[in-house]
């Protein structure tokens, strides 16, 4: 079976700029009034979540929780920097891990895991690779050696994957362009609720999620039909459940997005040089140079309405209209994993082969799975059609190709 990947292209959000774009608990949620050259995000996940939590992230929940217990020390979660898996550790004093399935979300045992043992600090690293996609399900149940009560973090949220939930908006890296004004930003500072969710799913659709406990009646009353409509919404849906979390889910992919079932088919880097040349009369040559242009081409099939009835409409209706040479455009080539690709040849003594914000995974083609920054190359074809091969209108195969964004 394939893993699914995925396009987005940027989010331009200038339209709605100082704009009231719906209600939550009858509270205005109001974009910013966005000065020149703001309003354009490099993608929708960055116009969402900003990639990252809040007040109510995995990390800061996860250092109070240890703290309240009465436990000395800190505890923290992160990426290991070698294995690309997480890690749990405590300054000071040793741990285990209950069973439970939810441990498999971040790649621990559903069986639970002794106490670290050894000294300070104690580590203990998932022995499996965290899952690729959103649950409501995520807790840990963490038991301090010796005295203090065990305590269960992460157990009743709407986490999109496990690198968000780590990643703390305002931490200042690369990625950290939108801690204040993304949308779930935006609405956990109107509603006062930290634990309110904006995302996208495994099929990459838009979902909002918030905690029945903090008394909201329903999901969002939108204000802007043609923000809903961007995000991927008809207004028809219904709310969800899962234990205690509610969520709304859009009906349809939003603009600019499209999820392939059927993953990447081909991924070639690509190299693209420029200079001349020119033969002096001493029968030297005067050469300049350029620059080299690095990118990737990537290819994928679309499904046609025998397998999937709207793919090929997303494809021709909602993604090629943003996809103009020049613009930014990312690549997940397995969606769910949302930090960005590193070679392994740029893996030194400051930048680890992986972390929040980058990977070199997968182990066997390092370099490859991370999502890929880029801008449309002017080598990608601008004319689009549902070439179908054969008359079952099964698929077709697309190609985009970028160049490096930095």
Avoid: C
Avoid at 6 to 21: I, K
Avoid at 140 to 155: E, K, M, Q, S, W
Avoid at 277 to 297: F, V
Avoid at 398 to 405: G, P
């Amino acid at each position: 079976m394939s893993t699914p990947a995925a396009v987005l292209s940027a989010f331009d959000a200038n339209q709605w700029s100082g704009t009231t774009v719906m209600t939550w608990d009858g509270l205005n949620v109001v974009l910013p009034t966005y000065a020149a050259g703001e309003g354009l995000f490099f993608d929708l996940i960055h116009f969402l979540n900003g990639r990252g939590s809040g007040t109510d992230g995995m990390v800061p929940v996860l250092a109070a929780a240890w703290i309240a217990s009465g436990a000395a020390g800190a505890m923290t979660m992160g990426i290991d920097s070698t294995t690309g898996r997480v890690y749990i550790e405590s300054s000071l004093v040793d741990f285990t891990i209950g069973a439970s399935t939810s441990n498999a979300f971040w790649g621990f045992d559903s069986a639970g895991h002794a106490a670290v043992g050894g000294v300070a600090p104690f580590r203990r690293v998932a022995p499996s690779a965290w899952q690729t996609g959103p649950t409501t399900t995520g807790g840990l149940t963490i038991d301090p050696a010796g005295a203090p009560a065990a305590f269960t973090v992460g157990a009743a949220r709407y986490w999109q994957d496990p690198i968000t939930a780590l990643r703390q908006r305002g931490s200042a890296d690369a990625d950290d362009d939108n801690a204040t004004n993304s949308l779930e930003a935006l609405i956990n500072t109107v509603s006062g609720e930290a634990s309110v969710r904006v995302g996208m799913t495994a099929t990459g659709r838009v979902y909002l999620a918030w905690l029945v406990s903090i008394g909201h009646p329903g999901p969002p009353t939108w204000v802007s039909a043609t923000f809903r409509a961007q995000l991927g919404f008809s207004g028809l849906e219904t709310t969800q459940s899962s234990g205690s979390v509610r969520y709304v889910v859009g009906d349809y992919l939003p603009h600019g997005v499209i999820v392939f079932p059927d993953g990447v088919r081909e991924d070639d880097l690509t190299a693209s040089t420029t200079g001349s040349a020119q033969l002096l009369m001493s029968g030297a040559y005067g050469a300049a140079s350029y620059g080299t242009r690095k990118g990737r081409r990537f290819a994928f099939d679309i499904r046609g309405p025998v397998v999937d009835t709207t793919q090929h409409l997303q494809w021709i209706e909602r993604v090629v209209q943003y996809l103009t040479p020049g613009a930014e455009v990312s690549v997940y080539p397995v969606w769910g994993r949302p930090q960005r690709r590193l070679s392994p040849l740029d893996v030194t003594v400051s930048q680890p082969a992986h972390d929040l914000l980058y990977t070199t995974a997968p182990s066997y083609a390092p370099g490859y799975h991370g999502r890929y920054r880029g801008r449309v190359a002017t080598a990608m074809t601008q004319e689009h059609a549902t070439q179908w091969a054969g008359e079952s209108r099964t698929w077709y195969r697309v190609t985009v190709d970028a160049t490096a964004a930095d």
